[in-house]
């Protein structure tokens, strides 16, 4: 396949919340002139994807477009997670998971869940729940609910999001409210919850800071590895690992035979690996908009080398698509901020022009091939 392979015509049906406030006509997209990343990723064998929001695919009609070009894959980014479910105790919001499957549904889209257990997006009445009363059965609803709702749909699930803390943790997991509340084992007894309602799906914990050789990270990576391998000698459900891929400039450079060693220990553990949340966190402004772009493609090249040589990676989403639509703007420092708040970290600008990080992520992943 070359890079120039021609992508197919996609429409987005005028129905339903999709083309609200757009008139009645199809938005057609043609990708004919763009090689795009999901061409790339499956003549490696591979998906490429993206995390969005259902309220920006509603918003924005350059967004839908630049997904179906690229994407094979969606990421809901906040709608099923625990707070964003049931903020309030009994009190249910599915529309926007809703919407974003029937979105991907009529698209032909893959959706990742993201994610049943983070301690971050877990609503306060549940954590104080979880800790007052310590009865499994919130987590059982809990689990019973999204996945019994969902995993006829989803097949892929980052059940646990973030356990690790080699820093303040015990055992190098994080002492988060599950786990004061269930002791360590609650990550063997999610996993097994999860894969009693959803006995076909892929199950994965997914974790970050795994790429550069300061201490922490080096030591997240041997905590990652053993736990995988805890849960795999004990044979509890666990079908993969999602690696987030947050990368930041000023970490820099990316540890290539550390990740190397994680990622084959991982594999040789018979486990697969997604890159599930991959973005660029810049360090300054003050160089011009192409210095600042090859930086991070640059970065991109670097990690994907690494990673795309093993063919058990079997996907890369990014943690967004466009440079409009990144938690990254909201956490930028100082310096990028004074740029219009915008960090150019994924691979379409804010204007939906695909940057060089765009070419570094299609070029790899075809090179992989
Ligand atoms: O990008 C997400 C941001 O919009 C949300 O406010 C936040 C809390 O739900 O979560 C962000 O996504 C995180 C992901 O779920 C887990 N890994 C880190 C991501 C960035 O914080």
């Known amino acids: 396949m070359t890079g120039l392979a021609l992508a197919p015509v996609l429409t987005v049906a005028p129905n339903g919340a999709w083309a609200e406030g757009e008139g009645a006509s199809p938005v057609h997209v043609s990708a004919t002139l763009t090689p795009s990343l999901s061409h790339a990723a499956r003549s490696g064998g591979r998906y490429y994807g993206a995390a969005a929001r259902a309220d920006h695919l509603r918003q924005d009609k350059a967004l839908r477009a630049a997904i179906l070009r690229d994407c094979e894959v969606l990421t809901p980014e906040i709608h099923l997670k625990w707070n964003s479910l049931e903020w309030r105790k009994g009190q249910f919001h599915f529309t926007p998971v809703d919407d974003l499957l029937a979105f991907a549904d009529e698209n032909g889209l893959r959706v990742r869940g993201h994610t049943l257990l983070w301690d971050q997006s877990t609503p306060d009445w549940a954590k104080h729940e979880m800790l007052d009363r310590r009865d499994w059965r919130l987590m059982s609803e809990h689990f019973s609910r999204v996945l019994g709702r969902y995993a006829s749909r989803i097949d892929e699930w980052d059940v646990i ?163 409009k639509f990144s938690w990254l703007t909201e956490q930028v420092d100082a310096r990028v901020r004074a740029d219009r708040g915008v960090n150019r970290g994924l691979p379409y600008d804010d204007a939906y022009s695909p940057k060089p990080m765009y070419w570094a992520l299609e070029d790899t992943l075809r090179a992989s091939a």
């Open 161 to 323: 999001n973030e356990p690790i803390d080699t820093v303040s943790g015990a055992h190098a997991l994080r002492r988060n409210t599950f786990f004061r509340a269930f002791g360590p084992t609650y990550i063997e007894r999610a996993m097994e919850e999860a894969r009693t309602h959803a006995p076909h799906a892929h199950l994965v914990i997914n974790d970050y800071g795994f790429e550069y050789g300061n201490p922490v990270d080096k030591a997240r990576r041997q905590a990652f590895v053993a736990l995988a391998r805890r849960l795999r000698a004990a044979r509890v459900p666990l079908d993969g690992v999602g690696v987030q891929a947050h990368l930041d400039l000023s970490k820099g450079p990316i540890d290539r035979v550390g990740l190397q060693e994680m990622t084959k220990a991982l594999i040789d553990l018979g486990l697969d690996i997604t890159v599930t949340e991959l973005d660029v966190k810049e360090t300054e402004a003050s160089a011009s908009t192409p210095a600042r772009d090859q930086k991070v493609a640059d970065e991109t090249r670097r990690y994907l080398d690494v990673m795309l040589a093993f063919p058990e990676v079997r996907g890369v989403v990014t943690w967004g698509l466009t440079d």
